[in-house]
């Protein structure tokens, strides 16, 4: 687990319910972590070109209103500013197709959406564990698959 007290997560969805348990999950992580929630792609986008804070690591919806989390996957992978930030994709979504999609349009890794409380934190301790400076997304390790 990351232990530095100024890492920062970002996490856009259009859904508060699916932001408070995310929130709760982070929080019960530890406290060492800062979460900064958006609800909506262009809030996403507005954040982010108007720091502070900058994200270490962003979760993004796909299915949002508005900007979806395709779009703004697009932009942010088309920015010179953002395009080497892990993009961690939490989605209802386990369609093959949309999770290609993704890695085609430069995510990081994919996450189904749980909705179990220990599931998405198992889930959201393996993000902050892998190394991102050297980690390569590819069809057989950019699912993450309970283990």
């Known amino acids: 687990m990351i232990m530095n007290t100024d890492f920062t997560i970002f996490y856009t969805d259009d859904d508060p319910e699916d932001l408070d348990f995310f929130t ?3 929080n019960e992580l530890g406290n060492h972590l800062n979460i900064v929630t958006q609800n909506n792609g262009k809030k996403l986008l507005h954040d982010l ?3 502070p804070p900058n994200p270490h690591i962003i979760f993004l919806d796909l299915n949002m209103h508005g900007l979806t989390g395709y779009d703004v996957l697009k932009e942010l992978r088309s920015s010179e500013d953002h395009k080497n930030i892990p993009i961690i994709i939490l989605s209802t979504s386990s369609d093959s ?3 290609a999609k993704t890695r085609e349009l430069g995510a990081s890794y994919y996450i189904q959406k749980p909705t179990d ?3 998405l934190q198992k889930a959201i301790d393996h993000v902050l564990k892998i190394n ?3 980690f ?3 069809e057989h390790n950019f699912l993450y698959l309970n283990k």
């Open 97 to 99: 197709v949309a999770i």
């Open 136 to 138: 390569k997304p590819n």
């Open 49 to 51: 070109k108007n720091p």
């Open 132 to 134: 991102w400076d050297t």
């Open 24 to 26: 709760d999950a982070l």
């Open 117 to 119: 409380f220990e599931f």
